[in-house]
């Protein structure tokens, strides 16, 4: 594939969407681009698969249709990211690429690998990214749990950020929420953990991923220990605990990525950033998932 300039490609494979996408465990993954250690441009191409942008080769040395498929890669995630379509890693896609994002498929692609229907805002099958039907929550009231927690956020910090995101969810849709009692089985567990933690997405130290969490059902939301969380207002090298738990309860109810920049429930958000408040989209997205009675 020819490119202009080589210096993008290695600042491209610097990308953090290193994340494995566990499709066991179907999570959903924040990842953040600082501080990578890419080298060449054939780790930019898992990278690129880990979204769905394309497919992963069975033949581990590639093929000749390689770079032509990378290509097409390249000009989805353009397009999807309203960018300017060249097909090449230039340096406003590098620049989208490379900012802090959620590690969920932007593209959804059944068992048969055929594409989900792309023309909407919200891809409403996104609790499980293989599956091509949506699983939605049986119940409207959700019990929720803190199963672990580190001393650089306050219980109380982490309790109160939990508390007004999932009243702004509650506010636009069906569901209350409560935290579970002792002893009770909880719908959705939170907490922080470092490296391996049984779910099969193992954490991998600040920069990296830096959040994930399941859909409906059999839920949880996960952060990294290691990254630097902040539960009021963030510095410019913090992430906001809040704006990612928004994030992230938009997936435990079912929610995909939208496109809309301004959205809760968009894939990108940078270090220092407060997103917290639901946009048009997102409540378009979680009214068409559980309408109105």
Not at 60 to 79: A, C, K, M, V
Not at 113 to 138: G, T
Not at 206 to 217: D, E, F, I, M, Q
Not at 232 to 244: G, W, Y
Request: aromatic share 10%; charged share 20%.
């Amino acid at each position: 594939m020819a490119i202009d300039d080589i210096s993008l490609l290695l600042v491209a494979a610097s990308l953090m969407f290193l994340a494995v996408h566990p499709s066991s465990a179907h999570s959903r993954k924040f990842i953040s681009a600082e501080q990578s250690s890419f080298t060449s441009l054939d780790e930019v191409k898992p990278s690129i698969q880990a979204f769905e942008y394309k497919e992963p080769s069975n033949n581990p040395h590639g093929t000749p249709n390689d770079d032509i498929s990378l290509e097409s890669s390249i000009n989805t995630f353009q397009e999807r990211n309203h960018l300017k379509v060249t097909q090449k890693l230039d340096s406003d896609t590098v620049d989208r690429m490379v900012k802090s994002r959620c590690g969920v498929p932007d593209i959804i692609r059944r068992p048969d690998k055929s594409i989900q229907n792309e023309s909407l805002p919200i891809n409403f099958h996104a609790h499980y990214a293989f599956l091509d039907y949506f699983v939605p929550w049986n119940k409207t009231h959700l019990t929720f749990r803190f199963t672990n927690t580190i001393p650089s956020v306050p219980v109380v910090g982490l309790h109160l950020a939990f508390v007004r995101s999932l009243k702004r969810w509650e506010s636009v849709s069906p569901f209350t929420f409560e935290q579970a009692n002792n002893g009770q089985v909880a719908d959705i567990n939170i907490g922080f953990y470092r490296g391996w933690h049984g779910d099969n997405a193992p954490f991998d130290g600040r920069y990296n991923v830096v959040a994930h969490a399941s859909g409906p059902l059999t839920s949880f939301v996960h952060f990294d220990a290691d990254e630097a969380w902040r539960s009021n207002t963030p510095r410019k090298d913090e992430i906001d605990l809040e704006s990612v738990a928004m994030h992230e309860i938009g997936h435990v109810l079912g929610l995909g990525h939208s496109q809309d920049q301004n959205a809760v429930m968009y894939a990108y958000i940078n270090y220092g950033v407060v997103k917290r408040e639901l946009q048009k989209d997102d409540l378009e997205g979680i009214r068409a998932l559980y309408p109105p009675k």
